[in-house]
């Protein structure tokens, strides 16, 4: 699999936006990205995916390099309810290839 | 709610004995998964289900370890002479098709004594 490379912590100001990086260079050309996020003694959430654009949704959006080598997860105001390990994961559709992989993701911390 | 419900949400067992999860995925889930997550770490792959079959394994899932989805919805995971490393939490996840997002329930935590 390939492998995704996220900083081990940060943190940001309850209200403001959030971007929280995700390095991927040796990504496929197949490869799709996801984010999934775990908030304390839950289980992991899906937040996005994507394979070469931009994404948005309900939960927050996401940057692609246009060489797709890193991707950037966008939380465009920030609550205390995001303060999550999250989790950058490639995922290639190639037949059988249905688990995610998690690293140990980025621990994002809210401060009111 | 409708989501993946897990029992029971905590297990305390001795060393040696045998602990059993249940997993009810989201309803018309066809894709089941399994996975384990110790503290600090990040969710390892264990197995995955397609209907009731069993498709893929990982080699974390020693001989110790079984698990079934016998007709095709709800599954279980055994563990046989449990020990001290068993302790974890175990996750199962629930997909209605390949490279749709993945949804997770809310763990089962065991531990051994």
């Known amino acids: 699999d390939a492998k995704t490379t996220q900083p081990n912590s940060m943190e940001s100001n309850e209200e403001e936006p959030v971007h929280l990086p995700c390095n991927h260079s040796t990504i496929s050309g197949t490869d799709y990205i996801h984010w999934y996020r775990q908030l304390p003694s839950q289980g992991p959430e899906y937040v996005i995916h994507?394979?070469?654009s931009n994404v948005n949704n309900r939960m927050a959006s996401l940057a692609i390099a246009e060489d797709r080598k890193s991707s950037t997860l966008i939380l465009h105001r920030a609550t205390l309810r995001d303060a999550a390990v999250y989790y950058c994961i490639l995922r290639d559709p190639a037949f059988g290839n249905e688990k995610l992989t998690f690293g140990t993701g980025t621990r994002l911390t809210i401060i009111p | 709610d409708t989501g993946v419900s897990q029992n029971p949400r905590h297990k305390i067992t001795k060393r040696g004995q045998n602990v059993t999860f249940r997993c009810d995925p989201i309803?018309?889930?066809?894709?089941l998964y399994w996975y384990r997550q110790t503290l600090g770490q990040g969710p390892e792959f264990l197995t995955y289900f397609q209907n009731e079959a069993q498709l893929e394994k990982s080699r974390l899932l020693s001989d110790r370890f079984s698990a079934e989805r016998p007709k095709g919805s709800f599954s279980t995971l055994e563990i046989q002479r449990t020990e001290q490393g068993d302790s974890a939490m175990y996750l199962c996840?629930?997909?209605?098709?390949?490279?749709?997002?993945?949804?997770f329930g809310e763990g089962s935590w065991l531990t051994v004594v």
């Open positions: 996840a629930s997909s209605p098709g390949q490279m749709l997002p993945i949804y």
């Open positions: 309803s018309e889930h066809n894709r």
């Open positions: 994507g394979l070469t």
